[in-house]
């Protein structure tokens, strides 16, 4: 038998193949699952810029993964999670095990994002979407690190990207800020 630390919450898959189906959310109140009005709002931009179907995808501080699993539920061929809570990880698991999610679609990773960034050899993923805890600082350095064309980064406040990365859009829901970054040589 197993046992995980999580809760139904309000927490949906908004569309795709996986519509309507609840997602387990931690108990921890480090962790922030996106709400659904920004969910909603990231997918229809990333869809009106870029689609989802066949892009791979990399959810860095996954939480609950509900934005790795809204993009698989709406086509998107593979996604990795990423975040250093096992408790998270293990929500993340779950979620994707209910849902029937071929594994062959995901990967799921326990490790920091440094450690993770820093060891990856794989392809560069068409979308990444970086949501730390709100007081974090260090957005040059992440994404200067992160191997992805696009980048959905949520927050609490404006980022202004490096040099060498283009701000294609921000927009604010109440204490949230999206800001989708490319890197100059993405071609978007």
Known sequence: MRY????????RVLTGANKSRKLLSSVSEATRPTSSRVRKSIFDILWSRVGIDEKSVLDLFAGTGSLGIEA???GASKAWFVDQSRSAIKVVKENLLRLGVDPMR????????????????GERFDIAFLDPPYAFTNWDGLLEKVPAAIMVCETGNPIQPPSGFEKLLERKYGTTVVTLVSGSSSGI
């Open 4 to 11: 995980i630390f999580a809760k139904f919450d309000s927490v």
């Open 72 to 74: 698989l539920s709406r």
């Open 106 to 121: 995901y990967k799921v990773v326990t490790s920091t994002y440094n450690s993770f960034l820093d060891g990856y050899q």
